[in-house]
């Protein structure tokens, strides 16, 4: 059974930072490649960064391409998304998500396991 955990969001003013953070148990998490979705009210689900399994390889949606980071500790079991210079479209649910694959892709259908969520709201 994956847990995935996430933490770390909150309000903010626009220009402003965060950064997320999501815990995975229970399988190997060394493995498999990793990713961020955002899903703001009334939208679809959408893809924000995803990183492969070892850090090598990230990919980034075009709204967050320099402001975002995607990292990984294989050794604690952790996914980061650094968040900076935040703007008020960016405000949405954030989740976690453990692939099926090694490789850092920005399909939805790649990613089986998925976190609660954790909310980020940006205030203009």
């Known amino acids: 059974q994956v847990q995935l955990v996430e933490s770390g969001g909150g309000l903010v003013q626009a220009g402003g930072s965060l950064r997320l953070s999501c815990k995975a148990s229970?399988?190997?998490?060394?493995?498999?490649?990793m990713g961020w979705f955002r899903q703001a009210p009334g939208k679809e689900r959408e893809f924000v960064a995803a990183i492969s399994w070892t850090g090598d390889s990230t990919v980034y949606a075009d709204p967050v391409k320099g402001r975002f980071t995607i990292s990984r500790d294989n050794a604690e079991s952790a996914v980061y998304l650094q968040m900076n210079n935040l703007k008020p479209e960016d405000t949405a649910a954030y989740y976690c998500?453990?692939?099926?694959?090694?490789?850092?892709?920005?399909?939805?259908?790649?990613?089986?396991?998925w976190g609660q969520g954790t909310q980020v709201t940006v205030s203009s």
């Open positions: 998500a453990r692939s099926i694959s090694a490789f850092a892709q920005n399909i939805p259908g790649a990613y089986r396991w």
């Open positions: 229970g399988r190997t998490f060394s493995d498999v490649a």
